[in-house]
């Protein structure tokens, strides 16, 4: 049944409606992805830069968007202007990208298959862009310098595929776009990498992974609180990302050598992206 191009959207309680209707006039509730995903972002651990000063005992300096642009971070950057010109895109083509990319169950179970990754990369309006942007900001950075580049596009693209899945068996009859699941992702992958390596970095990892469950409550008690909300979208990308960093890594080791000297070795299920010494330590 082909999508009408006729879509409205609007504001409420911070988060966007999508009201689409099919061609025979049946209206569909759209299951958004939350813009609750912001507060995600506001865990109180930073950048990545603030997170080492932490460590050295240095007073780390403002989190502020200048980082945008620094090498650790082009993955993450690439992503935010990605995101911003299917945003003008979407507005340039009349809603019509919007039509043709988000979640449809109708549209998937017709063979449009795309519509289980393109979702991630749209958005309901600026507010729903610029909340998701900011979270991805602040999240992305810490994520991309501890992975690199590779797992953590691949850590990104997973939990946006499974978050896309999880909304198509979860919500089968309403629509859904938004980057959230993805960021949930992201999320899930920057708690594991530090409940991995709590020996490294001590008090670091209990401040970020306190951070991250307070965020995750307000994140499941907003999400209950709004039928405009996809938390199947949300559920499914944690549990994506997640497991992508478990099977792809970082999980670093020390391993004893002789010469009293200890290595750190990058030891992941799967290690397709690992780099095998990291550094040794007398």
């Excluded at 409205?8 to 049946?26: C, D, I, V, Y």
């Excluded at 509730?29 to 990545?48: H, K, Q, V």
């Excluded at 650790?72 to 003008?88: C, G, W």
């Amino acid at each position: 049944m082909p999508l009408n191009v006729a879509f409205t959207a609007n504001m409420g309680k911070g988060n966007f409606l999508l009201q689409p209707r099919f061609s025979k006039q049946h209206a569909v509730r759209c299951c958004g992805c939350a813009a609750a995903a912001g507060s995600l972002c506001m865990a109180g651990f930073g950048t990545p830069r603030r997170l080492l000063s932490r460590r050295r005992g240095v007073a780390p300096r403002a989190n502020t968007f200048s980082d945008f642009g620094a090498p650790q971070r082009r993955v993450t950057d690439s992503l935010l202007v990605f995101n911003a010109v299917m945003f003008a895109a979407q507005l340039l083509t009349k809603q019509g990208l919007t039509v043709a990319g988000a979640k449809s169950n109708i549209a998937i179970a017709n063979g449009q298959w795309w519509r289980l990754i393109t979702p991630a990369f749209l958005h309901g309006n600026l507010v729903h862009l610029a909340v998701n942007s900011l979270s991805l900001h602040n999240l992305g950075p810490i994520l991309e310098t501890v992975s690199g580049r590779p797992r953590f596009a691949v850590v990104y693209a997973v939990a946006a595929f499974s978050g896309c899945v999880a909304s198509y068996y979860g919500c089968p009859t309403e629509l859904s776009l938004g980057a959230s699941g993805a960021i949930f992702g992201i999320g899930g992958a920057v708690a594991l990498f530090f409940y991995r390596h709590k020996t490294l970095f001590g008090s670091t990892s209990d401040h970020i992974l306190e951070g991250l469950r307070n965020s995750l409550l307000m994140n499941v008690v907003y999400g209950l609180s709004s039928r405009n909300i996809d938390n199947w979208a949300h559920l499914g990308g944690l549990v994506g990302g997640s497991l992508a960093a478990y099977l792809f890594g970082p999980n670093l080791i020390r391993v004893s050598t002789p010469g009293s000297k200890t290595h750190l070795v990058d030891a992941p299920p799967i290690k397709a992206f690992c780099h095998n010494t990291i550094k040794s330590q007398a």
